[in-house]
């Protein structure tokens, strides 16, 4: 924005889904393991039902088809639209659709920095051996333990959510390497969170 603020990609999903949802209430609009916690109370408070799923292109593409979701996202920018598009990730296209609903405001950048933040982490890539990775989170699987959690959601890995964050660890679907990624409402909390992971992942792969 004009005030230096960088809007990740799973942000904008935000003002594409509250845009969606003016018109078709009720919609289900999904999102991967890696994107921010801030979208599933935003989409519901936009009268949308937020899903949760595997992050992949593939998978996300496949999951919209069974469901009959009109929106998806990834953290990492791919935005897939079946509703005035075909239900592929296009970044042109999400590029313009962006552009059409910061056209209608005053100040575009005010609407962007009036989007919910968090202290978050880039994706953090730790690198194993062919195989080693999905080895490692099969046994944080069967053996950590993430104290303080409220739950720890295992459908791509294990992301353990807080009530102040969340950490994610999976395997890469396409290289050798352990996915991380951290946010939290504050710097305090994300430290507390990355040291927790840190230590189960160091139990498991010194």
């Known amino acids: 924005t004009k005030d230096g603020h960088i809007i990740y990609p799973d942000r904008q999903l935000m003002l594409f889904a509250a845009d969606l949802l003016a018109r078709a209430p009720g919609a289900t609009v999904i999102y991967d393991v890696k994107s921010t916690r801030n979208l599933k109370p935003w989409i519901e408070s936009h009268g949308g039902r937020p899903l949760l799923w ?13 469901v009959g979701a009109p929106l ?3 953290m990492s920018g791919h935005t897939f639209f079946a509703e005035r598009w075909f239900g592929f990730d296009d970044g042109v296209y999400a590029g313009a659709r962006l552009l059409e609903l910061l056209s209608r405001e005053r ?13 978050s982490t880039p994706e953090l890539n730790v690198p194993c051996a062919e195989g080693e990775h999905h080895r ?22 294990l992301r353990a959510e807080y009530a102040d964050g969340f950490g994610l660890v999976r395997a890469s ?6 996915v991380l990624r951290f946010e939290a409402d504050n710097q305090t909390a994300l430290e507390r969170i990355q040291k927790q992971f840190r230590a189960l992942v160091l139990a498991t792969k010194p």
């Open 173 to 178: 679907n396409t290289t050798p390497v352990l």
């Open 136 to 157: 490692v989170v099969e046994k944080l699987r069967e053996q950590a333990r993430f104290d303080g959690a409220n739950e720890v959601i295992t459908i791509d890995g």
């Open 54 to 66: 595997k992050t992949g292109h593939s998978l996300i593409k496949a999951k919209m088809k069974q």
């Open 72 to 74: 998806a996202g990834e």
């Open 107 to 119: 100040d575009p950048s005010a609407v962007l920095n009036a989007l919910p933040t968090s202290f």
